[in-house]
């Protein structure tokens, strides 16, 4: 059988069980191409039906627009239900101080507003696109994910996972965290993204942007991120590898403008896809600690 | 391209983590910044050269204690292959996440120190790999760098494990030997210069030129996972059972039967994704059409009209237990099937096995890592093959209802 095949089969499973183990599952869209791609395969789970469950996208105010568009665009084409949690509201509500400076994002409030919409919205399993190929802490998830009532990820105690048995069984208060494309790399969801035409924003592209140089890498411009007096704002070609906030997502130089010349850029590139994430950058252990607290 | 999934197994240190990050090094599967990142890391710890451990231990305490928790899941792919390495502890405190590890693959590759020898762990995981019906187990002879590379160490190892193989019953056919050293990077994607006299393959070699037996097994199994009814105007009285075909293939036209009823129709259509297609195989998630509206719901599995699943309330099973609480004949268990669940008890235990003897003995411990064969009575009927006649549907978990963790790994005997 054909890798993507195999790696569409598993996932359909996996949503498959989902819907029918759980009561109130939800779809986590980021708005990046993972979360695209785990809409697509969710359509092809449950069809002719619809996706029996909503998406849910933690808006932290700081999205790239395009990703917001394309957003409303796919609820609109598919009728998708969606629920959106806005961060802002989560500070002005909590009355948080935001971090300040050059390097603020809302990265470590995201947690705090999903882990409300989980609890608001009573979820008890919620989908995520994380795939174990993107960083070293996500290597060892599994594709169930036991989460208690804060939300916490306990690495050293997982459930084991036989063959392909899935137990969703939880606890009052506990919620599951779910994986589809776990085992999918990074250029498997472009191939495949390629070869069922599937429609992304147009950040993934290369086109012309306002841009500037801090610590090595591209950063967008944009009213959230404060450049700094001396590095200047330059218009370059460039385009996303992933998609997160625009204060925390480095672009790259590239005149890719379509997916073939991606997939060949990707598979001659030097950089690995979170090598774009500033967030990783903190520390070595930076994701396993957002993670153990919520963040996915 | 194809997927081939492979799992580590061995002691703490034999070099597991090692072998892999020379797998991913030598193949030039590692960005420029990982490799600057472990680096870094390697200096840190004052090291001269680059630790390729350092690229699969994920977790802080991992890299705290050096040694591995947890499966950490590692890709790699050649032009004609992909392969998902699932990178398991060696700790038999962590067996249970062994096991998960390598149910999910179809290859282990079981890594020994040439100066050690056979230990425990390495008995343990070669009689898991046989628990599990693994298709092909491969033995490391690692640190031969340590050895002189000499080529009598690795002859009389392997001597040493034929024997092993021949003791528990493993078939010969499925295992073969490789003399490595991961940290020189000797026989592992480059031949090795030190060890002429070893002529069969490297392990990436051996990999590519794997010929991995599909599911022998083609009676057709189906296990219904859950039931659209999609109530449109398009479809308005559709139903169609999704599910994942285990074995065998089922096509349009075909008389399926339920097994829980066995009541019996034709398939009318089959959709993968939106397209209807006209056949399905192995390892399909599909859906299905039938021609007659009857009961099938989750849990309930569909053959061929001419032939019943053999079921029974009674079940003699092997079982590997993970939990850290002890099977507690008094207690009533989960049994969980694909789909289905039913109430168990453990009625028996007849067995467990001794790694030290590699003999089964009469004992009715079971605790965490215990492999030991059990008589079940179930609430209701169980369809399940025999394991070894039909791997795909022929395994079950047994989960604790208090705590609703998984407890066990059993396949029916
Ligand atoms: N000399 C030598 N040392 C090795 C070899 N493979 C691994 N090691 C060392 O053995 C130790 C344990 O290796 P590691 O990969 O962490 O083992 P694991 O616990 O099985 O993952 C480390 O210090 C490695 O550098 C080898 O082929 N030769």
Redesign the pocket.
Known sequence: MNYLDELENESVYIFREVAAQFDNPVLLFSGGKDSILMVELAIKAFYPAPIPFPLMHIDTGHNFPETIEFRDYLVDKYNLKLIVVSVEETINSKGIIEESGKYASRNNLQTISLLEGINDNKFDACLGGARRDEEKARAKERIFSVRDDFGQWDAKNQRPELFDILNGAINQGENMRVFPISNWTELDVWNYIRRENIELPSVYFAHKRNVFYRDGMIWPASDFVFSEQDESIVEQTVRFRTVGDMTCTAAVESNADNLDLIITEIESALISERGARIDDKRSEAAMEKRKETGYF | MSIIRIS?A??????????I?RLLFDTKSLPQDKIDAIQLSSEKKGLKEL???LI??GLTAEREQ???IDVAHIFFSTASRKYIIA?TP?HVEYTRNMVTGASNSQVSMI?IDARKGILEQTRRHLFIAKFLEMEQVLFVI?????MDYNQQTFESLKDELLDVCVAIDFPLDRVSFVP?????G?NVVEKSKHMDWYSGPTILGYLEQLNLRANLNDDFRFNVQYVVRPQSADFSDFRGYAGKVKSGTIKVGDEIQVNSSGQKSRVLRIFKGNSPILEAGPEASVLIELEKAIDISRGDTLTQSHEDVVHDKNLIAQLCWLDKRPLNIAKKYLLRHAGFQTIVAINEVVKTLDFDTLNFMVSKLVEQNTICEVEIKAAAPIYLDNFKRNKKNGYFILVDRDTNATVAVGVKQ
């Not at chain 2, 002691?11 to 090692?18: A, E, P």
């Open positions: 580590t061995g002691s703490v240190d034999d070099g597991k983590s090692t072998l990050g630790d390729l451990a699969t231990d050096g040694i591995t990178d060696g890594l690692n640190k031969m760098d340590l490595i050293s991961a940290k020189v000797d």
